[in-house]
């Protein structure tokens, strides 16, 4: 590979015309005649001629089609449809959910029942004496690939009860005993599809059945505290969307325990809310508080940074004082009432939450003003504490309001009093029997290993209803059903090859949330395994952050159909580099769920497809060569279907496929045609590789390690130099480092930095995933486009890895032979002068200061960088991370945050300054290596700028809470949303009030109320 030859490089700086620092004169020479020099690595990689010489012998098969973005994502919306529905229909009528209500129907609840099942932490426990443990026994674990290796039972489910509860509770051994008949269908749906991987019965009476069984483990202090009713699955099937006034008792009256079990009641009720659903609390005494004082008199949505702002705010409420119910009351109605008419919250149901010791009045001029006859506004009293004086109002207030009345004498209490309600508001679907099917955001897998790394999933659920006569008008909820889907899986049906180099697909929930992004990172990098704290929240104006008015966000949410373009920034290279680009957005809604999708494509050679065609025989010979890989998470054919095909490599089950021995295989024709193309036409680089490892004069001393190819059908060709355990960094060979690789979401860096490249540029860079742990390696690799035009494809990039250390050895070589146009040198690198070779990123890739390797050039010489800023050289690109968590910072302190990024500037080949450093100058020339991407740089060192501030790549953090007015108006901030089409806020039906009520209670008030009308409802006298 030539960086650079004497023919391209031209002395300019020696032949200036104007008047020249004698010293600035100097190094203008010397980096003038050392470029002549400047000679990298053989031509390993110089196989262009016999890439093209085969592409010439195809040449007349071979036709550019311009990519139809439209059709593309309409064609991926299709396919996303048929999965969904496919998943959907195993927990539809005639599998689980159909199951389970037939199970419970046939069983008569038996309060003396003793069964033993399999409990999902006792499952194989054994006692001192090694017997067996009750509700343990012997239960068959075996690892399964499926399941990440996970030791499951594919026969049998296994039974989860919270830690709080009591596993033989007669309510629990009922359920769990009639709830055995879902076995056999959890087992039939896996053999149906065996792409299926969790499928679960979540029980209102708190169990939680799941299949295939595999154990579970508490934490250290032996507690699990997994409660399925809290799960967003769970909440969002069991009732309608609602906005939500949680009401706070502060007076005197409050304080100590009972201030502290009302702040647990409160956060346990934010448990119980979802996305979907909106909210304020809001505390009282003499005077109203409202919580978060700037979200007076609005609600908002209930995700998590919402909900756990909420949250720290409750350890600042003390009581003291008298408490004023009815003016907290008329305070959240009004607000509830008004939040409605602005078209913004769930637009269905509505409850106030009343968390009190005890209330004097019944007040029911309130109830009778805001909320009676129609009864829209459910309430739900809490009565904290042991002390029952007051509570027969409170009882009073929720059968009058179609609520429900608990009392919570401890923290034990809390859980299940609070899930109560629940009951209540899902009611009115349970008698309209509306099996609503329901879809999650994003979420991580927990029962995989760190290991496996994060596993994005999303869940289907339905709710399971009671269908015995007798119980049919009470709207008993018996549980959800739901079975959970890989987004890999999504991310398999993405046709990569045609989205080009930097294209990408994207889902986005009702809400604007992402399913699938490129962007969506559950996980801390820098080998921090955490979980992100609302990596499931994140929407998509925070990734495609440069669309500021949300056109295409909104688009989106609201289910359109259509077409959106802008000019973006992404950051690449762990965010340390920047590429910018044209993006043209196509889009449009998932049928028969709550999502829709799109695809972003880049202008230039990213709206070009390459199509050539070959014999099935010729390319799958040369296919099956022991060089060529194929791209790991691309779906050439889908194995995973069929648990007979699932042991075949990719390449095994194109080469069944297209001979014809496994026609029922379902693969991508159109892909396999192309990947079989660039198998033949890229044939002749072994033979050529080969040569060159032969030839030892080539790579004498082993500097090169690797050759690598790849291309736009993820097809990649790879030669070893040197044996595997010789090699410098064992990344490249083992895809340790993901962004180096053909991935689901992304072509490898090295291919996409090439390509932005000036065709035939060589790109070089230092892995940033190795320079630090002295494995130092550099890559150089360039694109190869057929075509000298921007509307031509790139269809495919090569490169090589070779060690640092023979990198700069050559640098340096070329360095000391130093010579101008009319003799010697009058400087050196040794002593005279500081000089650097960096890439167009700034980053050094040679120094004389070895631990400056792989720095930001700003961080070593902040003086010149600065300089070069000035004078356009280079240029400071802003990418913004919005809403993240603070380094260093409490994690919920709010932030936007600018991460800088520098470009060089491509029209600029060569530059020199001068420095004013406190009385002395300080000269540096710039010049650029010809068909490269770097830089030598070369400085003067006599004169000392050390007192300059270097120009680093920190992140500039925005705190919110810095900024109370900025950050109240995040708050306040409402997004557009897509509500679900389905509510059930009420039922004429229902009868029941959620408290089996005292006769004596409603005769102590019938000056005031009437008993009971024809419909079941309560009515005040006029």
């Known amino acids: 590979v030539m960086v650079c030859s004497s023919a391209l490089w031209r002395p300019l700086f020696c032949i200036s015309g104007g008047p020249v620092h004698p010293a600035e ?56 449809e048929e999965v969904f529905r496919k998943k959907a229909e195993a927990t539809r009528v005639g599998r689980l959910v159909e199951a389970a209500e037939e199970a419970h129907h046939q069983h008569e609840d038996n309060p003396d029942l003793q069964y033993e099942y399999f409990n999902a932490v006792l499952i194989n426990e054994v006692d001192e004496e090694g017997n067996n443990v009750e509700l343990g026994g012997e239960f068959l674990l075996e690892p399964n690939d499926h399941f990440n290796n996970l030791s499951v039972n594919l026969s049998l489910s296994v039974v989860q009860v919270p830690t709080n509860m009591y596993n033989k509770d007669p309510d629990i051994v009922n359920g769990v005993y009639w709830s055995e008949a879902l076995n056999k269908v959890f087992v039939d749906n896996f053999e149906r599809d065996p792409t299926l991987i969790w499928q679960y019965f979540g029980s209102a009476k708190g169990f939680f059945r799941q299949y295939p069984g595999v154990k579970w483990h508490p934490d250290e202090h032996g507690v699990i505290g997994f409660d399925c009713r809290n799960r967003k699955w769970y909440i969002q099937a069991a009732t309608s969307p609602k906005d939500v006034i949680i009401l706070v008792d502060v007076s005197g009256s409050m304080k100590g325990l009972r201030l502290t079990i009302a702040r647990q009641t409160v956060s346990s009720i934010l448990d119980t809310l979802g996305d979907d659903d909106f909210f304020n609390i809001i505390a009282y005494n003499q005077e109203i508080h409202y919580v978060e004082p700037c979200l007076n008199g609005t609600l908002v949505r209930a995700d998590r940074t919402n909900k756990d702002h909420f949250r720290e705010h409750l350890d600042k409420l003390f009581a003291k004082g008298i408490g004023l119910l009815g003016d907290a009351l008329t305070e959240a109605f009004t607000i509830l009432s008004e939040f409605n008419q602005t078209g913004h919250g769930s637009l269905c149901s509505q409850a106030i939450m009343l968390v009190t010791d005890g209330a004097t009045e019944m007040y029911d001029d309130v109830f009778e003003k805001y909320n009676w006859p129609e009864r829209k506004v459910r309430i739900f009293p809490y009565l904290i504490g042991r002390e029952s004086a007051f509570a027969d109002n409170l009882k009073w207030m929720a059968c009058a309001n179609k609520g429900y009345f608990s009392q919570i004498s401890t923290l034990a209490d809390v859980q299940e009093n609070v899930m109560r309600y629940l009951h209540v508001m899902s009611r009115p679907k349970v008698i309209d029997h509306e099996h609503d099917t329901v879809w999650t955001e994003a979420y991580v897998d927990s029962a995989v290993s760190d290991k496996a790394g994060p596993r994005l999933m999303t869940t289907v659920a339905m709710p399971v209803f009671s269908t015995k006569n007798e119980t049919k008008n009470q709207g008993i909820l018996l549980g959800v059903v739901g079975t959970d889907i890989p987004l890999q899986e999504l991310m398999k049906l993405i046709p990569k090859h045609m989205l080009g180099i930097h294209g990408y697909a994207f889902a986005i929930t009702n809400n604007g949330y992402i399913l699938i992004h490129p962007d969506l990172r559950p996980l801390y990098q820098d080998g921090q395994k955490r979980r992100k704290p609302n990596y499931s929240s ?35 290279d762990r965010g340390r580099r920047v590429l910018k680009m044209h993006n043209d957005y196509y889009y449009t809604d998932i049928k028969g769920t709550p999502f829709s999708v799109g695809v972003a494509l880049s202008r230039g050679h990213g709206k070009y497809f390459f199509r050539g065609n070959v014999s099935v025989e010729a390319g799958l010979r040369d296919l099956e060569q022991p060089d060529v890989a194929l791209a790991d998470e691309w779906t050439y054919c889908n194995t995973e279907e069929q648990h007979e095909h699932r042991h075949l490599t990719q390449i095994q089950a194109i080469k069944l496929f297209m001979t014809g021995h496994r026609p029922h295989l379902k693969c991508d024709r159109e892909l396999i045609q192309e990947v079989l193309f660039d198998a033949v036409v890229t044939a002749p680089l072994e033979a050529y590789w080969t040569g060159l490892a032969l030839n030892k004069s080539e790579n004498s001393d082993k500097g090169v390690e690797i050759a690598f190819l790849g291309t736009r059908t993820g097809l990649s060709r790879t030669n070893l130099f040197v044996p595997t355990d010789q090699l410098s960094n064992q990344d490249f060979v083992t895809a340790e480092d993901k962004e180096g ?11 996409k930095r090439a390509a932005e490249q000036v065709p035939g540029t060589f790109l070089y860079s230092i892995p940033f995933s190795t320079a630090l742990e002295n494995k130092s390696v550099v890559l150089a690799s360039t694109a190869i486009q057929l075509l000298d035009d921007r509307k031509s494809p790139i269809v495919a990039a090569v490169g090589i890895q070779m060690k640092l250390e023979f990198f700069q050895r050559k640098f340096w070589t070329a360095c000391r032979q130093c010579a101008t146009l009319d003799g010697k040198c009058s400087i050196s690198c040794d002593n005279d002068i500081n000089c650097y070779l960096i890439d167009n990123n700034a980053f050094i890739l040679v120094t004389e ?21 000035q004078m356009g050289s280079f240029k400071r690109s802003e990418t913004a991370l919005h809403f993240s968590p603070s380094r260093g910072r409490p994690p919920m302190v709010p932030c936007d945050t600018e991460y800088p990024a520098f470009v060089s500037e491509r029209t600029i080949k060569e530059t020199t300054g001068n420095i004013d450093c406190e009385g002395c100058i300080r000269s540096f020339v710039i010049q650029q290596i010809p068909s490269s991407n770097l830089f030598m740089v070369v400085v003067d060192n006599k004169c000392d700028c050390s007192s300059s501030p270097p120009v680093t790549m920190d992140p500039n953090e925005i705190m919110y809470i810095l900024f109370l007015s900025l950050k109240c108006d995040r708050l306040k901030f409402q997004k557009d949303r897509k509500k679900p089409d389905s509510c059930h806020p009420f039922h004429p039906e229902v009868r029941r009030c959620g408290f089996v009520c005292m006769q004596a209670v409603f005769i102590s008030h019938a000056s005031r109320v009437k008993p009971v009308d024809h419909r079941g409802e309560f009515k005040t006298k006029k």
């Open 25 to 80: 004169s100097a190094l203008s020479c010397f980096l003038a005649a050392d470029a002549k020099r400047l000679k990298v690595v053989p031509s390993v990689t110089l196989m262009f001629p016999a890439y093209f010489q085969k592409y010439k012998e195809l040449e007349k098969s071979v036709r550019v089609e311009e990519i139809d973005g439209l059709k593309l994502v309409k064609n991926l919306a299709v396919k996303m």
């Open 538 to 572: 994140v929407d998509l104006s925070e990734v495609e952050w440069e669309d500021k008015d949300d056109n295409l966000r909104n688009s989106m949410v609201n289910r359109r159909t259509g077409t959106f373009s802008m000019e973006v920034k992404k950051t690449v």
């Open 741 to 751: 690789v053909f991935n689901a979401d992304h072509f490898p860096l090295w291919y």
């Open 849 to 869: 200061e070895q631990s400056q390797t792989g720095l930001f050039f700003g961080e070593v010489e902040g003086a010149v960088m600065n300089k070069l800023l």
